[in-house]
């Protein structure tokens, strides 16, 4: 009697073999279960337990296959058994259809068995797997002539089309001559080997729930005394498997949540989202509180915050953007991405300088065992990726990554005889090395980097205004390059260290024809470093060092004086104005987190007050300092569903053009928020959450330019400004344990800014004009009250995917303009306007998205192809207000029409 093992943990078979493999499994996690993140190792049976064959089953002849749910539990034990699927069968004679005993024999078996762990980046996860258990039949007693057991007279290897992966614990079938039948299980390395068979032909096939059937045929060679007679018969089998993206791990688990509101999305989903062209930082633009960008400008816009009061960082390091050129990709290839924390508000100490949300790339660190290269190529740039194993034993992980936009040569075949050109181009690139198999502790490093150059010319003749300096072409360039280490130990068993080095250089330049130039470089050097202490199961704290720091350079050209604007005459002869500042800065933050679990159950109540205190000393120019507290607190109210709250000051220094004066002495403060936020996360079911916020946020101090600035002597800018943030964000999502996947999400929000609140009525004339009184409170320029966004993709058969995505945004405030007056001094129409300032809103955005895609697999590569159907329905979709020159007409700039996107990704392992 047999019993082929079968499991399903989201099509990944090689976690099911029987092992006998005596070491333990890795230590528990101390922190109790969180939101879903992805797991990054699957739970690998380490002790089985055979289920005994149902007697009237096995009498009756009746097989069958039972899905079973496993809970394990961080360290790898079963928790608890649920028969999930049971089909019922009538017996051979007829009657009416029953179950045969499957369910609980499997499940009695099932709770004897010993997993390793799941893990994730953080360790040790819990995790609720599907386990299929397949009865069939025991084989029959050989007949007679079957040859004696001796050598190995068919042997073979079993392995997926196209990534060529040994199959692992996968069951072949062998039927000689005389009808004998020989079912045998793979090896760890794909392997099988078959004796005792009938000398002559052999029928060998092999299927496995979720693959397709292969069949081959083998003649077995006769066996005397022992010994193979002649050739052993070599096979190879390829079997296909029917879905290979279900080979993206899906678990039913949780994590440690150390933020109030923390929302992952996994790989699989993101690569399916319409519009995104499989780029996982493009996600977020779908999600809660982020609000949608104007085209081309990539800008994140999170919770009604300014564009650069959101920080960006990769493995913990920031970074100063994460879009290439219009916003269509990051800057990062998406396999290298492990996952993506989108922190909207609420989020920890260890995170500074920012008022407004938190996006934490964190880059992969599981390297496949086989050596792997990827292309990628869509309508706007192609990428190139290589991941492996290399050294001795396998020890080292790296990863190599590189893409480049080719947009800019196409261009000009689509402009020709237009005089006007413009040339967007981008590359970047990524190369990963990881320590896999140190004795303790990890060690990797990453280096990174990407450059944009965008450039406008326009034909000869063409006159760009009255001005003749704004002439000729524009042009703007920007780049990035990191390298950085990052080593984590434990220092003993309660103590962590995590040390993470980097150094960059950031460059910006922008010009206009021969005379505007703006061009600024720095160098910067970065360091965290971060300690856990766990001194009991109730209590871990965190201690962190957050460094940032370097050296800056910028100049500045003009074809006249920009300190005399004000008396400015356009005939009177210009003298060119350049303007050069250089010099230090750094910032050394401190930071102190301590987790408290009061509660004998430690899942249920979390209490994590912090500390950071903040420092920026810009030599010459400025020293500040701050304190931000911060308080998050979680509790478990209901099985699946828990309390949330945070509260707490955020403080952020003022940015690099807000901190230079040609004299230093700038008289600036940090800018500061409070913020509050309550909500309540609820499990609906296996793989579907909930999710509601409630978010309140103070403005304080934000930098405003100076009403009364008259020359350069003055502050430029000054501390008034004030702001409100607040509304509703709530999420329903259907992870993609199974085909079906998607979320709808709604956010609520208003966001109102007030420059100088203290200043009302006042009038006078600055250096750049009149000023006329302050506006009081005003719309901000990206408040969008209502953002709907829902996703949904589905898995059909034979590797085929689609999905959809519907998206309705408010539109953007504006100020209306009736007219203008005309200023000969200036040579131009200056508007006056019929309403305050963002009175008016653009109409909103309404589109619809469709993707479908297709794998084909091969016996050693896969080919997959997309279409991404951008804008099939759409609204009027206003980009921008324009008007004529003299500001009595005006009309909406519309977005992108519809847009047929396709493109392929090919993949080799060898």
């Known amino acids: 009697m047999t019993a082929a093992l079968l499991l399903a943990l989201a099509g990944m078979p090689a976690a099911a073999r029987e092992s006998t493999d005596p070491s333990p499994a890795p230590p528990q996690a101390s922190e109790p279960p969180a939101a879903p993140l992805p797991i990054t190792e699957p739970p690998a049976l380490l002790h089985f337990v055979e289920a005994p064959y149902p007697s009237e089953a096995a009498e009756a002849g009746i097989t069958g296959t039972v899905l079973l749910l496993i809970e394990l539990d961080a360290e790898?034990?079963?928790?608890?058994?649920?028969?999930?699927?049971?089909?019922?069968?009538?017996?051979?004679?007829?009657?009416?259809?029953?179950?045969?005993?499957?369910?609980?024999?499997?499940?009695?078996?099932?709770?004897?068995?010993?997993?390793?762990?799941?893990?994730?980046?953080?360790?040790?996860?819990?995790?609720?797997?599907?386990?299929?258990?397949?009865?069939?039949?025991?084989?029959?007693?050989?007949?007679?002539?079957?040859?004696?057991?001796?050598?190995?007279?068919?042997?073979?290897?079993?392995?997926?089309?196209?990534?060529?992966?040994?199959?692992?614990?996968?069951p072949v079938v062998l039927v000689d001559g005389l009808g004998q039948r020989l079912e045998l299980l793979t090896d760890a390395d794909g392997r099988f080997a078959a004796r005792g068979l009938a000398p002559g032909p052999v029928a060998v096939s092999a299927t496995y729930p979720g693959y397709g059937r292969v069949e081959e045929q083998a003649t077995a060679?006769?066996?005397?005394?022992?010994?193979?007679?002649?050739?052993?018969?070599?096979?190879?089998?390829?079997?296909?498997?029917?879905?290979?993206?279900?080979?993206?791990?899906?678990?039913?688990?949780?994590?440690?949540?150390?933020?109030?509101?923390?929302?992952?999305?996994?790989?699989?989903?993101?690569?399916?989202?319409?519009?995104?062209?499989?780029?996982?930082v493009r996600v977020i633009q779908n999600l809660p509180g982020a609000a949608r960008a104007p085209l081309g400008t990539g800008l994140l816009v999170i919770r009604g915050a300014n564009p650069e009061d959101s920080a960006v960082y990769i493995d913990g390091i920031r970074v100063p953007l994460i879009y290439h050129l219009g916003g269509y990709s990051s800057v990062i290839n998406a396999d290298l991405v492990d996952s993506i924390d989108y922190l909207p508000g609420g989020y920890g100490v260890e995170y500074g300088r920012s008022m407004g949300g938190v996006v934490d790339v964190k880059t992969k660190r599981e390297f496949p065992e086989r050596h792997r290269i990827s292309w990628n190529t869509?309508?706007?740039?192609?990428?190139?990726?290589?991941?492996?194993?290399?050294?001795?034993?396998?020890?080292?992980?790296?990863?190599?990554?590189?893409?480049?936009?080719?947009?800019?040569?196409?261009?000009?075949?689509?402009?020709?005889?237009?005089?006007?050109?413009?040339?967007?181009?981008?590359?970047?690139?990524?190369?990963?090395?990881?320590?896999?198999?140190?004795?303790?502790?990890?060690?990797?490093?990453?280096?990174?980097?990407?450059?944009?150059?965008?450039?406008?010319?326009?034909?000869?003749?063409?006159?760009?205004?009255?001005?003749?300096?704004?002439?000729?072409?524009?042009?703007?360039?920007?780049?990035?390059?990191?390298?950085?280490?990052?080593?984590?130990?434990?220092?003993?068993?309660?103590?962590?260290?995590?040390?993470?080095?980097?150094?960059?250089?950031?460059?910006?330049?922008?010009?206009?024809?021969?005379?505007?130039?703006?061009s600024q470089s720095q160098w910067l050097a970065e360091l965290r470093a971060e300690v856990d202490w766990r001194p009991s199961p109730a209590v871990q704290a965190t201690a962190g060092f957050d460094f940032i720091g370097g050296w800056y350079k910028f100049e500045t050209k003009f074809p006249f004086?920009?300190?005399?604007?004000?008396?400015?005459?356009?005939?009177?002869?210009?003298?060119?104005?350049?303007?050069?500042?250089?010099?230090?800065?750094?910032?050394?933050?401190?930071?102190?987190?301590?987790?408290?679990?009061?509660?004998?159950?430690?899942?249920?109540?979390?209490?994590?007050?912090?500390?950071?205190?903040?420092?920026?000393?810009?030599?010459?120019?400025?020293?500040?300092?701050?304190?931000?507290?911060?308080?998050?607190?979680?509790?478990?109210?209901?099985?699946?569903?828990?309390?949330?709250?945070?509260?707490?000051?955020?403080n952020q220094p003022p940015q690099p053009f807000e901190s230079w004066r040609p004299g230093g002495g700038v008289e600036l403060d940090y800018e500061w928020a409070w913020a509050n936020e309550v909500g309540w996360e609820q499990e609906l079911g296996a793989g579907v959450e909930a999710d509601l916020a409630l978010f309140y946020k103070v403005l304080q101090d934000q930098i405003v330019s100076n009403p009364e600035l008259d020359s350069f002597d003055d502050q430029f800018f000054i501390n008034e400004g004030i702001g409100r943030v607040y509304g509703l964000e709530t999420i329903v999502r259907k992870a993609p344990t199974g085909k079906l996947f998607g979320w709808l999400s709604y956010?609520?929000?208003?966001?109102?800014?007030?420059?100088?609140?203290?200043?009302?009525?006042?009038?006078?004339?600055?250096?750049?004009?009149?000023?006329?009184?302050?506006q009081g409170w005003y719309r901000y320029d990206f408040d969008q009250t209502h953002i709907l966004v829902a996703v949904a993709g589905y898995t059909l058969p034979w590797d085929v995917q689609v999905s959809g995505k519907v998206q309705y945004v408010t539109g953007n405030p504006y100020t209306p303009y009736a007219g203008g007056v005309y200023d000969l001094d200036l040579d131009s129409y200056q508007p006056y306007s019929t309403g305050t300032y963002n009175s008016e809103r653009q109409p909103p955005f309404f589109a619809v998205d469709l993707r479908v895609d297709r794998l084909f697999t091969f016996k050693r590569w896969q080919l997959e192809l997309y279409l991404d159907l951008l804008n099939v329905l759409r609204g009027e979709n206003p980009e921008f207000v324009q008007y004529n020159y003299d500001y009595t007409e005006q009309y909406f700039v519309r977005g992108l029409p519809f847009i047929p996107s396709p493109g392929f990704q090919a993949d080799f392992e060898f």
């Open 747 to 774: 956010t609520l929000s208003r966001s109102v800014r007030n420059d100088y609140p203290a200043r009302q009525g006042f009038t006078g004339t600055g250096a750049f004009g009149p000023f006329e009184g302050a």
């Open 561 to 650: 004086d920009p300190t005399s604007i004000a008396s400015y005459d356009p005939l009177e002869e210009r003298e060119p104005f350049t303007q050069t500042g250089k010099g230090w800065a750094w910032g050394p933050d401190l930071y102190l987190e301590v987790d408290l679990r009061p509660l004998a159950d430690r899942q249920r109540l979390l209490l994590q007050p912090g500390l950071r205190l903040d420092f920026v000393n810009i030599v010459d120019q400025f020293s500040i300092l701050a304190l931000d507290p911060r308080f998050i607190g979680r509790l478990e109210v209901v099985d699946g569903g828990s309390l949330k709250l945070g509260t707490g000051l955020y």
């Open 221 to 280: 060679p006769a066996v005397q005394d022992g010994r193979v007679q002649g050739e052993v018969a070599e096979l190879k089998l390829w079997l296909r498997n029917l879905s290979y993206r279900d080979d993206e791990i899906v678990g039913v688990y949780r994590l440690p949540v150390e933020d109030v509101t923390k929302r992952t999305i996994s790989t699989e989903e993101i690569r399916r989202i319409p519009g995104t062209f499989g780029d996982p």
């Open 378 to 518: 869509d309508i706007l740039d192609t990428s190139v990726l290589y991941e492996g194993r290399v050294g001795k034993d396998d020890a080292v992980g790296v990863a190599v990554a590189g893409r480049r936009s080719y947009i800019d040569a196409f261009i000009p075949f689509f402009t020709r005889g237009r005089g006007f050109t413009i040339k967007p181009r981008w590359y970047d690139y990524q190369l990963k090395v990881d320590a896999l198999k140190l004795p303790r502790g990890r060690l990797s490093g990453f280096l990174f980097g990407f450059e944009d150059v965008l450039r406008v010319a326009t034909p000869e003749g063409f006159a760009q205004g009255t001005d003749q300096d704004t002439q000729g072409d524009l042009g703007t360039l920007y780049g990035t390059h990191r390298g950085m280490v990052t080593w984590e130990t434990p220092l003993s068993d309660r103590l962590d260290l995590r040390v993470v080095p980097s150094m960059g250089l950031d460059l910006a330049q922008f010009n206009l024809g021969e005379e505007f130039d703006l």
């Open 76 to 170: 790898g034990a079963v928790t608890g058994v649920q028969v999930l699927d049971e089909p019922p069968q009538a017996p051979p004679g007829g009657g009416p259809a029953r179950t045969w005993g499957f369910g609980q024999a499997a499940s009695d078996a099932a709770r004897q068995w010993r997993f390793s762990p799941a893990r994730d980046a953080a360790g040790p996860a819990a995790v609720a797997i599907e386990f299929a258990y397949e009865f069939s039949a025991p084989p029959a007693p050989p007949p007679p002539g079957a040859a004696d057991p001796g050598q190995a007279q068919v042997q073979g290897l079993l392995v997926e089309m196209g990534t060529r992966r040994p199959l692992d614990g996968f």
